[in-house]
C-alpha cells in the first residue's frame, strides 16, 4: 500500500525499556511492534514484515546476534534494516553484530535519542546507514571499513576514525545533500558536540590526505559527497 506507514519490529526481553521505544516510536507516526520472547522473533518478523528492526543483544535462549544471522538467512530480510540497542559496550560485541549483519550498533544508556534519530534518517529521509558494508567502490574510489583504509587511483591512505567515518557516511550517501545536524547525530550520536568547525576541519584533512575535493559545502551547514 502507497500510503502503509513504516514499520518497526523491537525484540527485547526488558518490558519497560520495550514499551518506552513503542510509546516514542508510535509517536513518531510508525506502526511498531514489540517481542520480549527471543525464540518467537524471526516468525514475528515474518508475519510483520517490518522495514526496520531493533534487536537487544543480551536476551535468554537466543540473543539478538543470534536471531540477526536468522534473518540474514531469509531472503525476505537480506535489505532490511536491523540496528542492535544494547546494555553492553563491549568492542568485541560491536564487531561481532556489525559483521552479522547488523547496520549499526547504539547502547542504551546514551543512545535512546541517537536510536530515534537514525531511524528517521533511515525511514523518512532516506539516508543511509549500513555499517556492515565492508568496502564501498565507486569508480576509482575505494573505502575498506575494517582496516580504515582509502584508495584513491593507487594511492593508499589509512584515516583516522573521525575522518573514516564522516567519510564513509558520505560514500554510501552520494549526491545527496547533508546537513550538519544529520552528520553529528548519524555519525557521532545525539550525545556528542562537535562544533561545526570540526567537521570543515575533517573533511579539509580528507581533501589533503587523498588528494582530491571528494565532499564539497553546499551551503553553511550542507554538505554533498561529489565523486561518484
Known sequence: MANRKNRILIVDDDKDILDLLIYNLER???EVRGETKSLKSVNTAIEFNPDLIILDIMMPYLNGIEICKQLR???TFRGTYIFFLTAKSEKHLQVEALNTGGDDYIEKITGLRALSYKVGSVLKKKLVIRKSVREIKLGDFLIE???RTVT???KQIELPIHEFELLYFFAQNPKKIITEDNLLHNIWGSEVYLF???VDI???NIKQKIGAALISKVKD???RFEMI
Open 28 to 30: 513518531e507516526g510508525y
Open 73 to 75: 538467512s531469509l531472503d
Open 145 to 147: 571499513r575494517n582496516t
Open 152 to 154: 584513491y587511483r593507487g
Open 196 to 198: 561545526a568547525k570540526s
Open 202 to 204: 575533517y573533511i579539509q
Open 221 to 223: 551547514d550542507r554538505y
